[in-house]
């Protein structure tokens, strides 16, 4: 007598033949995604201390309350960032949708309908033997489940592919933020370097009509020419264009701050003291390590790397077999009054079955390749989201250290530029020095006194700029970071 098959034993040479007939993955052209390659120095140099600034909250560096009222409405009301807290919610919509994938799914089913069988089948002879009508009704209720069993856990790939990409939103929103705190702050220190400027043109404006005046006075004793009083008239209405030019730039940088701040123009309130005198803070700028874990951008590029390496996963597993579980218990009758009979009534199935692409798999293998071309881009997206932030900060650092030495050669220059215009007016009043140097002089002076203001401005400026570089400005005061390769099982980089 032939010795039969054990069930289990026969399922598991099932599936162990549909592995081996369907598992075979075709090999990628371009070969598998490279892991990132960063070379992350020690130390940016010499003096560098651990604790970087960017773990200071905003408003311990932007100490004026204008300026911190003005961010506090932005980060409520700026619509561009709105906009990426609807992106967050969508992508955490799209997790709870993945991991509701790998469960199993329960349904209630019910529904009526009518057959009329042919005389001429075996059903029909059955039916006109026992009486039965050939019109015959159905009637049916009961529960349906189905599960697909994750075998090769494609489906815990994709719930995790999409709680990564859920993270990197939210890396996405930080990245606003820094960019926003940065982008008020530029505007607001680009406010007080214009009214700064309007005072120092209407100071000249007032020098300039006074002094104009006197050589009037002069013409009038014939002590200069005509040609001397209108070179002072001339230069008296380019000071007075000047006032006019730098009136719409603080117009047009006010509506720059409203529209960052998603309010209509309107006037800005800030500081009116010396300009000149606010102090740009100084920056502690950490470790490489610190930069990489403070950078929203860089952390955002490390999330959706590991996001791209659990689609790669994925789209590979489809290859394999998949193992579909399905089942239903309830009642069905031709009689509706008999609908509910138990056990007359009652039926129920169970079904488990194995599936697995054999030919034309080209769909898969266009999959495949691409979700590896995918994983490559987050790869180079990577390595370029670290080179950028060491390159920001080292460009900030130099700049930084150049603008205090030309601010303090400026400052000198416009001191000994005061003096030179005091000397050619006491000359030019007892006739000692022609028109000619002292409109040169005051020239010289205002554009002076404009370039000091400007390198104040770029001052400021690049301190916010490093401030940003250096990952600041996102995260409130005593938050830690989350590891980004923790919001998913597979670690950044890794090829499956």
Not at 125 to 140: I, M, V, W
Not at 195 to 205: H, L, M, S
Not at 416 to 443: G, I, K, P, Q, W
Request: aromatic fraction near 6%; glycine fraction near 6%; proline fraction near 5%.
């Amino acid at each position: 007598m032939r010795e039969r098959t054990p069930a289990p034993r026969g399922a598991a040479l099932a599936l162990a033949g549909l592995v081996a007939a369907a598992g075979c993955v075709p090999t990628l052209a371009q070969g598998p995604a490279r892991a990132p390659r960063v070379a992350l120095p020690m130390r940016y140099g010499e003096g560098d201390e651990a604790g970087s600034a960017a773990r200071r909250d905003w408003r311990e560096l932007f100490d004026d309350p204008n300026l911190a009222r003005l961010i506090d409405e932005a980060l409520e009301n700026n619509q561009e960032l709105n906009i990426a807290v609807q992106e967050i919610i969508i992508a955490n919509n799209e997790v709870t949708a993945r991991r509701g994938e790998y469960l199993p799914s329960l349904g209630v089913r019910a529904g009526a309908g009518l057959d009329r069988v042919a005389r001429d089948t075996s059903q029909g002879r059955s039916d006109e033997a026992n009486g039965l009508s050939p019109l015959l009704q159905n009637y049916s209720a009961g529960l349906y489940a189905s599960w697909e069993v994750d075998i090769w856990s494609r489906l815990h790939d994709l719930a995790g592919a999409a709680d990564a990409r859920y993270l990197a939103t939210r890396e996405g929103r930080n990245f606003l933020v820094t960019r926003l705190v940065a982008e008020i702050a530029r505007r607001y220190y680009e406010l007080l370097a214009l009214d700064r400027q309007r005072a120092t043109v209407e100071g000249n404006i007032a020098l300039q009509a006074s002094a104009l005046q006197m050589v009037r006075l002069q013409q009038q004793a014939a002590a200069v020419t005509m040609l001397g009083v209108r070179r002072f008239e001339a230069q008296l209405q380019g000071f007075r264009a000047n006032l006019i030019e730098v009136n719409q730039r603080i117009v047009n940088t006010e509506n720059q701050l409203n529209l960052l701040l998603g309010r209509g123009p309107q006037p800005v309130p800030r500081r009116r003291d010396d300009f000149l005198q606010i102090e740009p803070p100084a920056l502690r700028l950490g470790t490489p390590a610190e930069l990489l874990q403070n950078r929203p951008d860089v952390r955002q590029a490390e999330l959706e790397l590991s996001a791209a390496a659990l689609d790669l996963r994925a789209a590979r597993a489809r290859f394999y077999p998949a193992l579909q579980l399905e089942g239903g218990l309830g009642y069905q009758s031709f009689d509706l009054r008999s609908l509910v009979s138990t056990p007359d009534a009652t039926v129920f199935n169970l079904f488990a079955g194995l599936a697995a692409p054999l030919l034309n798999r080209r769909a898969l293998t266009a999959a495949y390749a691409s979700a590896n071309a995918r994983q490559m881009q987050s790869v180079l997206r990577y390595e370029r989201a670290v080179v950028t932030a060491f390159t920001d900060v080292s460009t900030a650092v130099s700049l930084l250290r150049n603008l205090s030495q030309r601010y303090a050669f400026k400052t000198e220059q416009v001191a000994r530029l005061a003096e030179s215009v005091e000397v050619s007016t006491l000359l030019f009043n007892s006739s000692r020095a022609d028109y000619l140097e002292v409109l040169t002089t005051r020239r010289d002076s205002l554009d002076a006194q404009r370039e000091l203001i400007e390198l104040k401005l770029q001052q400021l400026d690049a301190t916010v700029t490093l401030y940003q570089a250096l990952g600041g400005g996102w995260r409130a005061r005593g938050d830690a970071p989350q590891q980004p390769n923790q919001a998913s099982n597979a670690a950044p980089g890794v090829t499956p």
